[in-house]
């Protein structure tokens, strides 16, 4: 019997040898050679396509992770896209690398103490509460230089995983839009409604940026002149600016309310509790600066206006005040991000300038004049 199993044993090793297929029973081998032309050519088409479809195991199982962070590296993918042949290809990596870089710039500079016992709130919470022992415009300035540092790392790690050969739907939309120079859903949070281009953003973000570290770094946060649009919640300047005068003078919030008015000749100093804002326009009106007054106009410019003050009062001193002869326009106040945003005028408004004027304010309300904070 095991000269038998050999002898089976060296037969079969001599078909196998055998290259011709006619040999086996094939008929003239037509089925290997179709076999053969087929697999070299999806193997060609594979070769081709394995930018798009190689992906290692491990990072594979990264990606499927549940906090939907990609860890792709794109390292390799920067020298496989830029030595790509398709000049669109080389396009798309060349605006992604040079807005991770601008970002990562950005990520750099850090501000003493911004950091420090400072939890930043989302964009959506109220104002933060503060203790006797706290300054509430600094808490409120900190807060907000925390918000733009957790923007700038949420899209400097957005830009990274669209550099990456990641392929999920995040990443491909994050990559769509750069590569269109257009701006990714999530780093709109200044202004939503606002279309902007990428390269705006960019350069909106480096303003806000360096107005912000500016407003953190100043001795006292009082009498300093902001611009609204630096902050993603702006009315909560207002509010730490009430709740500043009530802690220290240890009284409640609801004795105090804002004063507003726009800087003129006969405009009085500023109150120790007080500060300016800067970048408001005027829509579809003009400010006479010689007679701090309203005037018509058939402009569609707009029209800068001075600083306007903001201090805190009593609130029981409105009903005792002496008004003006000049009777009063309670102009609205809207955030925006260029001429424009009109839309902002159907959210309710930041704040209401009592502009002086010698037209019925009913008529201003018709023409519907109102304000705008520009960066």
């Known amino acids: 019997s095991g000269s038998g199993l050999h002898g089976v044993t060296l037969s079969l090793q001599r ?12 008929c003239e081998g037509l089925k290997n050679v179709t076999t053969n032309m087929s697999g070299r050519k999806v ?16 990072r594979a199982e990264d990606h499927r992770a549940p906090s939907g962070q990609c860890s792709f590296s794109h390292d390799d993918f920067w020298r496989r896209t830029l030595s ?57 300035l900190l807060g907000e230089w925390r918000l733009l540092q957790n923007l700038l790392r949420e899209a400097i790690n957005e830009a990274r995983d669209a550099a990456s050969s990641c392929l999920c739907q995040r990443c491909e939309e994050v990559r769509k839009e750069l590569s269109a120079e257009l701006l990714p859903r999530r780093w709109k949070v200044y202004s939503p409604a606002s279309p902007m281009t990428l390269q705006t953003w960019i350069q909106n973000l480096h303003l806000r940026h360096r107005l912000l570290s500016t407003y953190v770094t100043q001795t006292s946060p009082l009498n300093v002149s ?41 405009s009085p100093q500023l109150p120790p509790v007080g500060v300016s804002l800067v970048g408001v326009h005027l829509c579809h009106a003009l400010w006479d600066t010689r007679l701090d007054l309203l005037q018509e106009t058939l402009s569609p410019q707009l029209c800068a206006l001075p600083a306007v003050h903001v201090s ?38 930041l704040l209401l300038l009592p502009l002086p004027t010698k037209v019925s304010p009913s008529a201003w309300s018709q023409r519907g004049v109102y304000a705008l904070s520009l960066l």
Not at 15 to 26: C, E, F, N, Q, V
Not at 45 to 56: E, R, V
Not at 321 to 331: E, G, M, T, V
Request: hydrophobic residues 35%; aromatic residues 6%.
């Open 84 to 140: 790509s042949s398709s000049p669109r290809t080389s396009v798309v990596a060349t605006t992604i690398r040079q807005c991770l870089d601008f970002l990562l710039e950005l990520e750099g500079p850090q501000v003493a103490g911004a950091d420090a016992h400072v939890q930043a709130p989302s964009a959506e919470e109220n104002p933060p509460t503060a203790t006797a022992h706290e300054q509430p415009l600094r808490r409120y």
């Open 226 to 266: 902001y611009n609204l649009n630096v902050f993603q919640r702006p009315s909560g300047l207002f509010h730490s600016l009430l709740l500043e005068q009530a802690l220290e003078e240890h009284r409640d919030l609801e004795s105090y309310q804002l004063r507003v008015e726009v800087s003129g000749r006969t």
């Open 15 to 26: 078909l196998l040898s055998m290259k011709d297929p006619a040999a086996l029973g094939l």
């Open 312 to 349: 805190v009062v009593p609130a029981a001193s409105s009903a005792t005040q002496c008004q003006p002869p000049k009777s009063l326009y309670l102009c609205p106040l809207y955030m925006g991000e260029g001429p424009a945003d009109h839309l902002q005028q159907m959210k309710s408004p």
């Open 43 to 58: 193997f060609s088409d594979l070769l081709i396509t394995q930018d798009i479809w190689t992906i290692s195991p491990t």
